[in-house]
């Protein structure tokens, strides 16, 4: 089972950024997915998470409005895009996959088994 998370890099505050996860070796359409993030010095973090159908999605109260967690089951592919980007959001990105298809996708990244490599994002003001 491998993730692959892509479309990271610098970004001016306001602007728009999408992420993209590719999923392989894995049945991606029976597995919720997620994105979570690490900025310098924190805790890695919910941003995001869609249940296996993409009918549910939850986000972090720090990106609600902004961001939108979608995803494409035939490509085996998750997105995040991104916007009105603020410095604060700058992180390293991670996409990640659950052992679970759920009606209501988990915030907790411990129900997450497998995970990419991460993307770094970087926001400048």
């Known amino acids: 089972v491998q993730l692959q998370a892509s479309g990271g890099g610098l970004v001016q505050a306001g602007g728009p950024l999408r992420l993209s996860c590719a999923a392989s070796g894995h049945t991606f359409s029976n597995s919720d997915m997620g994105w979570f993030r690490q900025a310098p010095g924190k805790d890695r973090d919910l941003v995001a998470v869609i249940n296996y159908s993409g009918g549910r999605t939850d986000y972090a109260d720090s990106v609600k409005g902004r961001f939108t967690i979608s995803r494409d089951n035939a490509k085996k592919t998750g997105y995040l895009q991104m916007n009105t980007l603020k410095p604060e959001d700058t992180a390293v990105y991670y996409c990640?996959?659950?052992?679970?298809?759920?009606?209501?996708?988990?915030?907790?990244?411990?129900?997450?088994?497998?995970w990419g490599q991460g993307t770094l994002v970087t926001v400048s003001s």
């Open positions: 990640a996959a659950s052992l679970y298809a759920s009606d209501v996708p988990s915030r907790d990244q411990r129900n997450y088994a497998y």
